[in-house]
Nanobody
Framework: QVQLVESGGGLVQAGGSLRLSCAAS????????MGWFRQPPGKEREFVAA????????YYADSVKGRFTISRDNTKNTVYLQMNSLKPEDTAVYYC??????????????????WGQGTQVTVSS
């Protein structure tokens, strides 16, 4: 059972930046594809970004492309989400997720096997 713990959320003004971190308890962290999702108030959980296993390919939602960067440090069992040029519409609870299965899909919540508890990001206008 992988435990994921997010940190780094908070309140920021529009145009500002935040960096989210997600620490995994599992020493085989490098074998998981990792993703970030978010759930705005009253809406469904949506894909933000993902980074594959050791190949480290990255994928982004169109709404964050060019502003957000996902990265991972396998020596620290941690995945990051650098968020720049934040907008009020980025306000949401952000979740990290781990995919243990080898499947050719990573943009849907159902593609992931383990989830963190979430961290709130609020962007004021």
């Amino acid at each position: 059972q992988v435990q994921l713990v997010e940190s780094g959320g908070g309140l920021v003004q529009a145009g500002g930046s935040l960096r989210l971190s997600c620490a995994a308890s599992e020493r085989t962290f490098s074998s998981y594809t990792m993703g970030w999702f978010r759930q705005p108030p009253g809406k469904e959980r949506e894909f933000v970004a993902a980074i594959t296993r050791n190949t480290r390919n990255t994928y982004y939602a169109d709404s964050v492309k060019g502003r957000f960067t996902i990265s991972r440090d396998n020596t620290k069992n941690t995945v990051y989400l650098q968020m720049n040029s934040l907008k009020p519409e980025d306000t949401a609870v952000y979740y990290c997720a781990a995919q243990a299965r080898y499947i050719p899909s990573l943009r849907n919540p159902g593609d992931y096997d383990y989830w963190g508890q979430g961290t709130q990001v609020t962007v004021s206008s």
